[in-house]
């Protein structure tokens, strides 16, 4: 398992690909390459104005890419 903390980040507005196989070269954003060749798709958000957010990294979260501190839970 790679990382387990959420990576917080603040984002300006714009459309964002977020990686969701954590074998992109962007780290959090898709580099359209990484996922090939598995089920895995980036999720595509959308933000409106300024926002931190924090990206789950566990992939244990119920409302992914958006961390809900599940990871706190894990070992």
């Known amino acids: 398992m790679g990382e387990i903390k959420p990576t917080k980040i603040t984002l300006q507005p714009g459309t964002y690909a977020i990686c969701t196989c954590d074998n992109s070269s962007k780290d959090i954003f898709c580099d359209g390459k990484g996922h090939r060749g598995t ?10 104005v300024e926002k931190k957010i924090a990206i789950c990294r566990c992939k244990k979260s119920k409302i992914l890419p958006w961390c809900d501190g599940e990871h706190r839970y894990l070992k």
Request: glycine share 0%.
């Open 39 to 48: 089920d895995f798709r980036p999720e595509i958000v959308q933000i409106e």
